[in-house]
């Protein structure tokens, strides 16, 4: 691949140069025609330069189709691939619902987000509010799960929080490459 984009960039480096060429001869007053006119001289060093860069210039328009549709190519596997994990995501997430909930937390919204990384959060309150011994019974049970014992120690952490003059309204879990957490506070007066 590097070696594609190095020999792309040489083409394109190419294609500049005989333009630059062009336009200084231009400016000089050359005329290229007059050059050309003469059959029977050998190549001049426009002739040859203009050639060079015309088949430089069609070998850069034909290497670059190629590379788009390979773009294009690559771009529609992986957007399978995107939505496929992000499925499986929203999929962990819907399985260990009832987990959720026996640890005290209401799912209130999923967002789904498919970029490079795809990215699923979700938004969640808490409607009771477990003790540490039954956090750590829970997450004992589901030590198999590492998704699932994040989501609930963020959780159990986020809502044990306190501020002055705000409460904690909800806590946005963000599952991707690395995983993130968002408080949301509401103020109290």
Known sequence: MKYLFEKK??????????SSVEWVFAQ????????????????????TMKSSAETM????????????????????EYSEFKTEKAKEVVSVFNDNIKV???????????????SLVPVV????????????????????KYQDKPLLIYILRTLHKAYGMSFSNYQVADVSVRA??????????????
């Open 9 to 18: 960039a040489g083409l394109l480096f190419a294609a500049y140069l005989f």
């Open 28 to 47: 000089e007053g050359v005329n290229l025609d007059a050059e050309e006119e003469n059959a029977n001289a050998s190549p001049s060093l426009w002739q």
């Open 57 to 76: 210039s069609s070998e850069l328009e034909k290497k670059a189709a190629d590379g788009l549709e390979y773009t294009k190519q690559t771009l529609g």
């Open 100 to 114: 959720i909930e026996e640890a005290g937390f209401s799912v209130d919204d999923l967002y789904v987000s498919l």
């Open 121 to 140: 959060t979700a938004k969640f309150k808490q409607v009771k509010q477990l003790s540490d011994n039954e956090l750590s019974k829970l997450l004992e």
């Open 176 to 189: 991707s490459i690395p995983p993130s957490t968002t408080i949301h506070l509401r103020r109290v007066d």
